[in-house]
């Protein structure tokens, strides 16, 4: 089976002058302007270090950049002479970068303990990233007190360590459980963390105290919460139990819909004699197509 799927880039990169490199897009001044720019042009000129850029051959030795506009300009603006590159195999920009985001949260953490490791110190790279030492700090000690399913779960989301941070008052199993009702209600912010904080159990806090210091919350509000939450908890259980099945029935439901509605005599009957169940029915076939 894996001998049928092929990759879309070579496997080994390339080191390319970037005179040799052609931008399919153009970097307004705006953009160069933004926070997000800047970040990429000092922590270029700091660390040395560049993301490969993806690129498509040309003639003439030339190459068409597919993926990292803003580290070329940024590496133009810091007179690099080369850059290390991925060689696509098809000219395709969707391929790469447009539905990827590449600074998770928690990738941002890995980053920043990678650099450390590296003999970075935490100014220099509070410095470079233009937030302050603290900020560096609490990234850096990010996961600690997470379990390794949660951070699994939550490696590809951003902006969520305040999550992470509401997590870390809660054990383990509960961390899971919590994790997997924001996945449901896709919601990863923490605010919706410290609701569902609230109606955790005290057997289930890293720190049974923690519920007396929310502040607007009385005891009886919070058990409210935790009996609502434990019957929200089962009913996505339930809906997980019967979700494959339901999904069959429906598959086949929609297979018999079609057939029935091939047949000229009866689609003409029930559009006549039945016109609203028609209308009902000819939606839900095509609803069904469509997804």
């Known amino acids: 089976m894996n001998d049928d799927i092929e990759l879309g880039f070579k496997r080994a990169t390339l ?7 052609l931008p399919s897009k153009t970097i307004n001044k705006a953009v160069k302007r933004s926070v997000k720019y800047k970040q990429i042009v000092r922590t270029l000129s700091e660390f040395q270090l560049v993301e490969p850029l993806v690129v498509y051959p040309q003639t003439d030795n030339f190459y068409l950049l597919l993926d990292g506009h803003l ?19 098809d000219d395709e920009t969707f391929t790469y970068n447009k539905h990827i985001n590449r600074l998770a949260t928690i990738q941002e953490h890995y980053m920043i303990i990678e650099a450390v490791k590296r003999g970075v110190s935490e100014k220099r790279l509070a410095d470079v990233l233009g937030i302050d030492v603290k900020s560096v ?12 399913e949660v951070v699994e779960m939550l490696k590809h989301q ?36 410290k609701a569902l904080l609230v109606a955790t159990p005290k057997d289930q806090l890293v720190d049974a105290d923690v519920k007396k210091k929310m ?5 009886e509000q919070a058990a409210r919460m935790e ?8 009913d996505i259980k339930g809906v997980e139990d019967y979700y494959g099945l339901n999904l069959v029935k429906l598959a086949v439901i929609a297979g018999y819909l079609k057939k029935l509605f091939s047949n000229t005599n009866i689609s003409h009957y029930l559009e006549r004699h039945h016109n609203e169940l028609y ?7 095509t609803a069904l197509e469509n997804d």
């Open 15 to 21: 080191t390319i002058p970037l005179e040799k490199i």
């Open 71 to 89: 580290r070329y300009n940024a590496l133009l603006e810091l007179k690099r002479d080369d850059v290390r590159c991925l060689i696509a195999k």
């Open 137 to 148: 700090q609490q990234k850096k000690s990010l996961l600690t007190g997470i379990c390794p």
């Open 158 to 193: 951003t902006y969520v360590g305040g999550t992470l941070r509401v997590l870390k008052k809660m054990k383990p199993l509960r961390q899971i459980e919590v994790v997997e009702l924001m996945a449901a209600a896709n919601n990863y912010t923490a605010t919706y963390a």
């Open 215 to 219: 502040a607007g919350i009385t005891e």
């Open 227 to 234: 009996n609502e939450m434990s019957r929200l908890q089962r």
């Open 279 to 285: 209308a009902q029915l000819k939606t839900t076939v």
